[in-house]
């Protein structure tokens, strides 16, 4: 885990001089929280930063310090913070109520507008996170072929429930992290990324009794490890001749990679397809979408009239109308202008700009990512490695995912926080539509400074 930072590295000493208010409402949240957070990859040492207001591209900590903001609200943001059609959607809902205990329109046009950005999606049925989305969508697989086992990828998250827990940033071996049973973790079947051959090796072994096969289309993490197209076509016609179904975990890449997420990028139509982030617009949500005669599973005649038995599900926030509210407001918008081509090309041009930097700096690292992912590579074993030759598939995801609490990558954190640039701890960020100009020169900035401070304290040979 996340060990403390060394406190004679100025690196560290610059952070914590500059962010006092950060540091006391940690030193609270100590008190209340395990590790003084609610969620895992807001964990940093010292401390992360405590942020009372965000809008646009940036957003502001207790301090009064400005930050560009490439966290992206992990990824729902793609219109930027606190968006004026999104905030007057919501705000105007909110007004005539929060929760009405019944059908409502807003939900039906939120279905709609799915339906029309993602053809795929014959049917809705709404969760109100992306775990509860991949855990039907499994559960929906299990219970359409009677089969009991679930493929995987090696390093692709899908949430934190039990199927999932395992095999992302750990146990890799497929043996369940603390908590997890070791009976359940035996259902479940982890190939390598990008190895079609051992894909089929496997599938031939087991492929009568797998039920779903579910991946991050792009690659895990925002495609930090990047997965080949051609692999992802394999798994297709693999899994269609095998009675498999394909679950494309969209809940990054919906509406992000394209309008119509990674599938319409990439022409393969999964059987089903799980949302949340984008699609419910900054607010919580999910979905899981896809082929009408599995998600009809869910439907209490249509199944009896198939003589089986209806899947249960609940959810007391399932479409709530403020997240339907946002969702609708955020799904328009990407409908009807361009926000997600000028996403596109912000990161294609700070991507190139960060590489620029650090060619003209002689570092040995490489910014690389599709669509709008920015992942910094701070090439921990040395591999001699050029800025723009940088080729993330010809690596695996045990070189490419850096295990948290990296050094390196934490002093990487705290020097572009100390400069007025928070990162998503990968280390990198999706890129919203709500970046311009000016945050990419702050951006590239703050970076060309912060890789000078690390090469000072050691830290680039
Ligand atoms: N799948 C993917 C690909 C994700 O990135 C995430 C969240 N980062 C999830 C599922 C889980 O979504 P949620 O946090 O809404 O439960």
């Known amino acids: 885990m996340n060990a403390m930072p060394p406190t004679n590295s100025p690196i560290v000493a610059a952070f914590i001089a500059r962010t006092p208010g950060s540091a006391a409402n940690y030193a609270a949240a100590l008190r209340l929280f395990p590790g003084g957070v609610t969620h895992d990859s807001r964990y940093v040492r010292p401390h992360p930063l405590a942020i009372v207001r965000a809008a646009g591209a940036c957003k502001w900590d207790v301090d009064g310090n400005e930050y560009v903001d490439y966290a992206g609200g992990h ?8 968006h004026p059609a999104v905030t007057a959607r919501v705000a105007e809902q909110l007004a005539r109520g929060t929760h009405y205990g019944a059908n409502h329109a807003l939900e039906n046009r939120w279905a709609e507008l799915i339906q029309e950005l993602m053809p795929s999606a014959e049917m809705v049925r ?27 990828l090696r390093g ?9 827990a395992f095999g992302v940033t750990s146990h890799f071996d497929g043996t369940p992290t603390p908590g997890v049973l070791g009976a359940l973790a035996q259902h479940v079947v982890l190939a390598d990324p990008n190895d079609e051959a051992g894909l089929v090796a496997l599938l031939d072994a087991e492929g009568a009794d797998i039920a ?15 997965l080949r197209p051609e692999f992802v076509r394999r798994l297709r016609a693999e899994t269609a001749a095998r009675g498999i179904v394909l679950v494309f975990d969209e809940v990054v890449t919906g509406f992000r990679v394209s309008r119509g997420g990674a599938q319409e990028a990439l022409g393969i139509r999964p059987d089903l397809t799980t949302l949340a982030k984008i699609l419910s617009g900054g607010l919580p949500g999910g979905a899981v979408v896809g082929r009408r005669d599995l998600l009809e599973l869910l439907d209490p005649e249509r199944a009896a009239a198939r003589g089986v038995e209806k899947i249960p599900h609940q959810g007391t926030y399932n479409a709530n109308p403020l997240s339907a509210a946002a969702g609708i407001a955020t799904l328009e918008i990407i409908r009807d202008t361009d926000a997600v081509a000028r996403t596109h090309a912000y990161a294609a041009r700070l991507r190139a700009a960060l590489n620029d930097a650090l060619e003209q700096e002689g570092v040995h690292w490489a910014v690389y990512g599709t669509h709008t ?19 993330p598939l010809a690596m695996g995801y045990a070189e490419l995912k850096i295990p948290r609490g990296n050094q390196t990558v934490t002093k990487l954190l705290l020097a572009m926080r100390t400069r007025g640039v928070d990162l998503a701890p990968w280390p990198g960020g999706p890129a919203s539509a709500a970046h311009g100009e000016e945050d ?13 401070a690390l090469r000072e304290e050691g830290e680039i040979a």
């Open 212 to 226: 779903a096969a579910i991946l991050e289309p792009t690659g895990s993490s925002y495609g930090q490890v990047p």
């Open 126 to 152: 709404f969760t109100s996170s992306g775990t509860e989305a991949t855990l039907m969508a499994l559960r929906l697989a299990r219970a359409a072929t009677g089969r009991r086992k679930l493929l995987r």
């Open 156 to 164: 692709h998250f899908h949430g934190w429930h039990d199927h999932m």
């Open 373 to 391: 992912g920015m992942h910094v590579f701070v090439n921990p074993k040395g591999l001699p490695i050029g800025p723009r030759s940088f080729d």
């Open 75 to 82: 990824g729902a943001l793609i219109l930027g913070h606190a």
């Open 440 to 452: 990419l020169e702050r951006t590239v900035e703050a970076f060309r400074g912060a890789v000078r």
